[in-house]
Every structure is written in structure tokens, then in C-alpha cells.
């Protein structure tokens, strides 16, 4: 009692001071961090708090691998595996290409960077067995395959997520403290090491992970890259570093597959990503992706948010669309703008729409005995057939699009792309603000 008496002594006082003064974030989260470390040390010795143990339909590291490579032997040829290493690290990289195809689409996944959000490689795995013929949707997926290829790294962040797997569900950053969605050579900025779960590490790609995502993403030379997270449900495109610089181009084709697809496989916010002023959200791979490799389509899937929570960010979602919010979307404004601002209210966990709370938010997460796994995972095999059965078929139908995005404009008078602007590569401000204002006189 005198325990429990102590740790909400400690939640009150955080809920305190992140009222009274946000300059104070950083000491509190570096506490928590610590009380972080204690609370995984507990796991190690709990097998009862294993993820095998309370959720066996989960796949363990191995399981996955194992998984993988049995795949790449049951595929008709189609599936390839090859295993990337860098100062001691190894992960798994899959390639899925149909014999006798020349597939005119390179599309590029990566599952797994945030160890706490176990059902990103579990997506990618019952893909992986979509694309193989293992599922219900095995026979689209053999027409997907006539014009698109993948490459899918299956298990982004392997070392935490054996840590994750022994009951530490709250663990996001990698052995080193780093956040890999920070850790990319894009409007990087350097943290003071008290960013607790969001740290960017010492440099871009400092990390033997993001060293070997940068290889085989680079090596790939994607025509469509979509990294896959969970937290809260949403759908993003570039940009992520801030809110006032907007992807131009492809911008208007990638808005129009991000509302299709929610439309069939979502119902959540979707559009731009970005930050509330102050509050960065730089070195993410989406960005990367977009501006350094020129892929012509970038996408960030949120895949997953406790039930409870889910329902309420559909509602918020479709009251905010209804009061404007799909004209502010047509012109590209940032899902960080002011309409949108509070329908993440209560949603701690997106990984592209940062927001003054975010911080707060997360640092709550950190405390010890919050159940960190619901608000990442399907606690129950129903929900979880039910996830990765619907993000399969909505990552079939994102190669579906863009093979016919694609194929339209091949067919149509060519126009030269639009550069971004020095420096920021995105549109100007002043842009922003005049599309903004047409519209509204005409939305983790």
C-alpha cells in the first residue's frame, strides 16, 4: 500500500506540474525513465507476465523468423529472405516478386520500429502469408503481384522487442535509449537525452537499425514506401517535421489514396502529418523517404488503438470532417492545424501528429504499472484476426492505386515537377495560408 500510496503521489504531482509549466517535462520523464528501468528489470524473472504467456497468439522473434523463412520456401518461387547485419544486429529483410513478372511498382514496408507495438510485424507477417496464398485474400494478391513487388522489413527493432516479449510493454526506443523514427537523416535535431522515448540519438543514423533501413530502402529505390505503427488510427503522407511546410509533390495523388482507403479500411484521421508550433516531430522515415530517395508516394499507417479510445477518435474524426474539415484537407493543410488540433485529445500515442500534450501524454505511459499493451495491441485473438486481416487487404488495395495512378499519368501529357522550396522542400507559408483561406471560403 505504502508502494502504491508513492506511485500515485507521483502521478498527481506530474499531472500538477504539466499544468503549470511544460518547461518541467524533461526532469519528470527522465524519472520516469528510471522507474521505466526498474519496472523492465521486474519482467525478467515474471514469467507469468510473458507476452506468450498472457497472449500466445502472438508470435514471438524467433516464431516470426521462423515463420518468415518457411514462407520463403512455400511461396512458388516468389519470396526471398536475406538476413542484414550491422555491429551486431540482424534483421530480416523479405522480397516478394512473382516469376515472370517486370513489375513496373516497388513498393517498401517496414514494420516494427517502436518494439512496444507488437501488431506492426504481425501485420507484416500475415501479408507476408497474403502475397504467399495463405489467406482469404491469397487470390487478389496474385494480381496485386503481376504489377507490383515488395520488400518488407519485417522486425524493425528485434533487441527491445525481446524485452517486450518478457512482459516490458511500454518499451518503444532501442538498447540505446533511441526513438528510430527520430533517428533519420531528415530535419534532424539533436536532443538533450531527456526526450525519454522520442530521443533522436547522438546523430542521424547513429543506430545499427536505421543504419540497415537506410541500406535497403536505398538499395530497393521504393516507388511507394509505408511505415506501420500503432498507438491510435490514423493515416499520414509528408510532411512530419513541422506544420507549416506541406508535401507538393504528388501531394494531391496521395491524399486521394489516403481517403480511399479510409473510406474501406479506417474511418480516422488521414492527410497530412505534422506538429503543433514547438513541439517537433523531426528524422522520421516517412519524411526521409518522400524528400531524399524522391519516392513518388510516402505513407505512415497507425493501425491500432484500444477499442474504448477508438471509438471515441471516430466520432471527434467525423464531427471535425463534417465542420469543414474535408475542404481543409483538399488543400493539404496539416492535420497539426488548429481545426484538427483537438481530435487528438486524449490519443497519446501518434507517432506523426505531435501536439503540446504529446509529451505530457507519453510520460504518463512510462509510469510504473500502466498496462502500456491494450493501448498498442489487440488484447484479444478475435480483434487481432480481425487487424491484420483488414490492413492486408488495405496494403493490397494501396498497390492497386498507385499502379493506376501511375498508369493514368503515363497515359496523359507529361508536366514537370514542381520543386520543393530551397531548403524546406515543401510549399511556402504563404502559400499554405492563401490555400487555407479558399478553402474555409469555398480535419497519433
Known sequence: MACLAKVLAVFCALLVSASAASAHTGRRVSRLRRAGAAKGAQFDN????TMKSQYPWYHSSDEIHAEATRLAGACNGAMSMRTVEQNGVSIDVASV???????????FLLFGEHARELISPESGLYFLKTLCGETSSSERAQEVLKDTEFEVVLNGNPRSRAKVEQGDYCLRVNPNGVDLNRNWDEKWEGGSGDMAMTNPGPAPFSEPETQIFK????????TVFLTIHSGTRGMYMPWAFDMEHLA???QGAMMQILKDIDAEHCECPFGAAGREVGYSCPGTCLDYVYDQLKADYAFAFEIYTSEDKDADLKARWQAK???GGEALLQQGVSLA??????????HSSSDFVQTAMSSEREAALQMPGFDCFPNFNPDSQD????VVSNWADAYLDMAQMVVKDRQAKTSQPSQAAQPPAAGAGAGSAAGDLNA?????????
Open 215 to 222: 541500406q535497403v530502402v536505398t538499395e530497393f529505390n521504393p
Open 337 to 346: 492545424h488548429n481545426h484538427f488540433r483537438d481530435v487528438f485529445a486524449g
Open 321 to 323: 470532417m463534417q465542420q
Open 248 to 250: 507538393d509533390r504528388n
Open 97 to 107: 516478386r512473382a516469376k515472370g513478372t517486370s513489375p513496373s511498382n516497388k513498393f
Open 46 to 49: 515474471d514469467v507469468s507476465q
Open 436 to 444: 487555407t483561406v479558399a478553402s474555409l471560403m469555398a480535419w497519433h
Open 383 to 386: 480483434t487481432f484476426n480481425s
